[in-house]
Structures are given as C-alpha cells and as structure tokens.
C-alpha cells in the first residue's frame, strides 16, 4: 500500500516524497534531493533525531506513514564497513570453511572498488582472484564452438533483496546503498553475456576513467606491483576456464591465437588503479597506542536531548544557604599573601605537577572526529604533533593547538605537556587550522582512511534518575507541625468580649 513521508530539508524547504512498502530508504532520500536540487550523496536521513539505516526498506524500518523526516549533512570522513564476499564455486574451495572473505573498508568506496580490493587486497591471502575481468570460449555441448572467441563475464551481485549487474550499479558507494556503519554481507556470482573480453575492457575503462584518475598511485614502484597482480589474476581465471578442447581448437585455427594476445594486451593495459589502497599508520617500534573516536551522528547535544523535571531547577533551602556563605566569605577583609606563603603555594603546586604519571590528551578535529593519546612526564608539545600528524590525511598543513582556554597554544617545540603547562588530568586540546591552508584542504577528509577505518562510537554513560523525594534534598523530608486548635481565651488569637455573648442567645 503506498503512502507519502515528508522530507524537510537543511533550509526548512519541505517535500513530499511517495513511498511503497518495498521501497529503499536510499531512493527516498535520493528522490527527496532530487526535488530539493541538492547532492544525495552529502546527506542522510533521520526520524526524531534518530539516524535511520538507509539500507532497510519501508516496511522493515519501522516508520509510520506520513511520517516527517529531516535531512543532515553527512560527515565528510567515511567509516569503516565490515564487507563479507561471499565467492561461488569453485573459487569458494579456496577460503574453507565458509567460502568467504571479509575486509573493513571505507563506506565512500564503490562497488567496483570493493571488487578490486578483494582481488588485490590483503583478504585474499595472495591467492589468484579473478573477479572483474573474467571470460569464458562459447560452448556447445562441452566442445568449444566458433573461433575460440572469449566473451566477458559479468558479476553479478546480490546483497539482501538487490541485484547489481551493471556497470553503472558498480559506480554506486557503500553509502549510497545505506551501508553506513556496521557490516554488509555480498554474494558473488557470474554471468555470461555477449561482449568480447575485449570490447568490455575497452568499455570499463570509459566508465571507470574518474576514479582511476583519481586513484592513480603516486609512487611508480606500488604502481607496478598492483597491475602485474591484475595481469596475473585476469590471465589465470582466463586460462583455467578454457577447457583442453578449446586449446585444441586454438592450435588448429591461426586466427584464434591473434585475437586471443590481442585479448591479452587488451587485459594488460586495463589500469591497476582500482586496486585501492588503504593507507596505514606507521608502525614504527615506538608506536603509541591510539584511540579514535567517530563524529557525533546527531547535531544536537546529548545533554539538550535530556528530559529533567521542572523540581530539578527549583532552588532549595541548601542553595540559600550556600549563597549566604558566599557573600559572607565576600565580604571579609583579607590580607595578601607574604613571599614565604606564596613561594610554598608554587611550591605544592610543583609538587602536585610532579607527582603526576601520566595523562590522556583527547585531540578534537575540525570535522568532530577526535582522538586520544596517553603521555607521560617526558613528552614535549612537538610528541603531540607528531602523532597528530600520524592520522592526518594532509600531515604537511599548518595548525594549531589551543587548550580550553583559548589563551593558550600548544607549540611544536621542547616544551614539556605536564610541567610546561600545568597538565595535570586528562585534557581537551581544540585543533585549528593555520589561516594560510586552503579552503579545499579544509572540506577533505581530515584523517587517513586507515585511521578513520579504526574509529569508534563515544559511549555516552546513563546516568541513573534520581528520585524526587532524594532529588528534593533533606530539607524536603522535614514535616511541619500541625498547627494546635487552641482554646477559648488561649494564646494571642481573636477573643469574644462578654457583651457580645448575649446577641446569640434567644
């Protein structure tokens, strides 16, 4: 049964968008960007502050009908995705038991690339995976027919109740399919179609142009090593493939073994750039260990999201008290501090500073990501920088460090973290950018995609609620005397004079 949500965007701009029982949370916020004019890829969803899982369809989400969603941005460092290829026979022999393989990746990749990071990647333990450049001779009866022809074999992928064939389905990322966080489980199967290997080679490198343009390595050497993995892996499947009779074939027809090395070259000259790859910390001797923690997912503050009762903020006979405490220390003439008293006042705060171990430094990012680091008595201001500079994604740019005060800027020098600036707890430390980084510096991902990959969630504490009668505090437990109903004439109270005895009386 077909219903309507309304989807309000980032400008308060209100569309409505028509919604079946199997329609994906992802075409709802692709068809309300759509008519909002702006990019769907940059947003997400969300129902009453409450991140919805974009990969769900309308009946499982659990959504009413009507129901009024609002549009964030979404954050501009991508999280890690738990990915689980499930491969068909016979390459499943090769991962016993389960025929699977799984690699945490970032959510920005496409499908494509996902494809090739299992093909080149580390999950794949070095064995020989053919996944994106597979061909197969025609067959008739088991016995090869035609010229010895390779055409190209598609994969074809099915995650829950999608199918992706197509390349254009291919150039989709892990967040335009609703994978966001947590994991996804893909399985792989192939299917034959009627391109040439040749002419389907030609044909990926027209729709994957951009991104291997983008991904181009850097370095000449890991150049090399992804494409002679790619020759590799696309020839081996190619050959093993090919039964005995269509090599035959082959020997009996001169034609077949020019079309089979132009198939070749074609294969070889494929660009090894989707092979992604992943970057990694620095895994020197003396690592330091890390904790990354991801953006907030909501734009709102925990604490604004509380509900407290009005009694919570009712001042009570405690308050007054202490106020009148306060004013009274206030008002008390005092006398400055002599050398003797102010030199051991520096004295035990040295002391206090010494006896220190060893504190937490928690980083905060532009982009809300943050991270923390212990250190100790020994660390300077430019150890701090240095490890900042082991998760950012641009470690040249200039920036600055400045405590909760603002006043104070951490500097990359010889300065000791703990006795150079007082630290004598876990610490916040503000990240700034230096005012002569670009602006297209700024809007990237801030971390590596290797660090970002290692973020968690901030584990918010519940805090237990508190009872009003305890809330309400000791002063609130006291019982008041039930006023005595006095006698006639007793006490102050109103007395009937004796003439006005006789009025009543009949």
């Known amino acids: 049964m077909a219903t309507n949500v309304k989807v309000v965007g980032t400008d308060l701009r209100q569309v409505t968008v028509k919604v079946n029982p199997g329609t994906y949370l992802t075409d709802v916020l692709e068809l309300a960007c759509e008519k909002l004019k702006v990019s769907s890829s940059k947003y997400l969803l969300k129902h009453k502050q409450k991140q919805l899982d974009l990969s769900q369809t309308w009946r499982t989400s659990g959504l009413v009908p009507g129901a009024r969603l609002e549009l964030v941005v979404r954050s501009n460092t991508p999280t890690a995705i738990n990915v689980a290829l499930h491969l068909p ?3 499943s022999t090769l991962f016993p038991p389960s025929g699977r393989i799984t690699e945490k990746l970032p959510s920005d990749y496409t499908i494509w690339q996902v494809l090739r990071q299992f093909e080149s990647g580390k999950s794949s333990q070095g064995k020989n995976l053919n996944i994106t450049g597979r061909g197969m001779a025609q067959m008739n009866n088991g016995n090869a027919a035609g010229s010895g022809q390779l055409y190209y074999e598609t994969p074809v992928l099915t995650i829950e109740n999608r199918t992706l064939s197509t390349f254009a389905d291919f150039q989709k990322t892990l967040s335009q399919l609703g994978y966001n966080s947590g994991g996804v489980l893909i399985r792989l199967s192939f299917q034959k179609t009627d391109k040439t290997l040749a002419d389907a080679m030609g044909e990926i490198s027209q729709f994957f142009k ?20 790619a020759s590799t892996a696309t020839d081996t499947p190619s050959s093993r493939n090919g039964s005995n009779d269509t090599q035959d074939t082959t020997a009996q027809n001169p034609q077949t073994e020019t079309s089979a090395a132009t198939q070749k070259d074609s294969v070889a000259e494929v660009p090894s750039a989707d092979a992604m790859d992943v970057d990694e910390l620095s895994s020197a001797a003396d690592h330091r260990p890390v904790t990354i923690f991801s953006a907030p997912a909501s734009g709102t503050p925990q604490a604004a999201l509380r509900t407290d009762a009005d009694e919570a903020f009712a001042p009570r006979i405690e308050h007054a008290q202490a106020h009148q405490r306060l004013l009274k220390t206030a008002g008390e003439n005092r006398r400055l501090l002599s050398d003797k008293e102010i030199e051991e006042k520096a004295a ?9 171990k060893s504190i937490k430094i928690k980083v905060r990012f532009p982009d809300n990501f943050s991270a923390e680091w212990p250190f100790g008595p020994e660390d300077m201001g430019a150890t701090l920088h ?19 005060s603002g006043k104070i800027v ?6 000791p973290l703990i006795a150079g600036y007082g630290l004598s707890s876990n ?52 019982q008041m005397p039930a006023p005595t109903r006095r006698a006639e004439g007793e006490g102050s109270g109103f007395k009937k004079p004796k003439w006005l005895k006789g009025f009543g009386k009949k």
Not at 386 to 404: G, S, T
């Open 348 to 356: 035990a705060e040295a002391a206090r500073v010494a006896a220190v």
């Open 210 to 229: 951009t991104e291997e343009e983008r991904q181009k390595p850097q370095d000449s050497t890991a150049e090399a090593t992804p494409s002679d993995e």
């Open 427 to 478: 610490t916040l430390v503000n990240f700034v950018w230096d005012d002569q980084v670009p602006p297209e510096v700024r809007r990237q991902p801030f971390l590596k995609g290797s660090a970002a990959g290692r973020a968690q969630d901030v584990v918010v504490p519940d805090v237990p609620e508190v009872e009003a009668a305890d809330a309400a505090g000791p002063s609130a437990s006291v």
């Open 386 to 404: 240095a490890e900042i500079r082991k998760v950012m994604a641009h470690d040249a740019a200039p920036f600055r460090l400045a405590l909760p």
């Open 410 to 415: 951490v500097g990359d020098d010889a300065t």
């Open 89 to 91: 026979s016979p390459e």
